[in-house]
């Protein structure tokens, strides 16, 4: 791959340094996250914000395996539409069963799910073994579903949000950025010389 993902690596600083805001000045963190009430604004703010090291390694990780690769093949502009319509509308699903909410986690499922619609059968690493892109998803989407009804402080509904609405738009994408199958045609001239080499 030759592009640069100038998005994805400048989502990337953008996520780290706000952390490391947080981490000065905890304020930050209550000011700009996304709960019932808070100004509009704070649905794409709270995208960048992150509640632990773990929380921000992870989400990081995931932008980079498959942030990258998105934006590659669907470009900078469509890819962060992808990444902010998917942060907002996880935001918005989120807010149906939290009282608030941080984390790039619903933007980068829509990478996922929009990727999956796209190349579905690219081969992955999850859950410790390599899979297709389709079936890691499937089993992504169980464990958030799970999560639902066995809740935590992970907001589960926001990334099956986010993923779903990603695939909305890469079923869109499909067409023009979709796997595409090789079609190979052997001429006559070629079959005969073929025959000529090698059963004679």
């Avoid at 093949?73 to 909410?101: A, P, Q």
Wanted: proline share 4%; net charge positive; charged share 15%.
């Amino acid at each position: 791959m030759g592009k640069f993902p100038y998005a994805t690596a400048s989502i990337f600083i953008v996520c780290v340094l706000v952390y490391a805001m947080q981490v000065a000045n905890p304020v930050i963190t209550s000011e700009f996250a996304l709960s019932r009430g808070a100004p509009i604004w704070t649905y794409v703010t709270y995208i960048f914000l992150h509640g632990s090291i773990e929380h921000i390694f992870y989400n990081m990780l995931a932008l980079l395996m498959f942030g990258y690769i998105l934006e590659y093949i669907i470009g900078t502009k469509r890819f962060l539409l992808v990444f902010f319509s998917s942060g907002i509308v996880s935001g918005i699903v989120g807010l149906s069963l939290y009282n608030s909410i941080i984390g790039a986690s619903g933007a980068i499922f829509g990478i996922i799910g929009c990727l999956t619609m796209i190349r579905p059968k690219m081969v992955v690493f999850a859950f410790g073994m390599p899979m297709p892109l389709y079936m890691a998803s499937v089993f992504w989407m169980f464990l958030d579903l799970v999560g639902i009804v066995y809740p935590d402080n992970v907001a589960h509904a926001g990334h099956i949000g986010g993923f779903l609405f990603g695939a909305f738009i890469g079923a869109f994408m499909r067409k023009k950025y979709g796997e595409r199958r090789k079609t190979y045609f052997i001429s006559e001239d070629r079959m005969r010389r073929w025959e000529d080499d090698w059963m004679n």
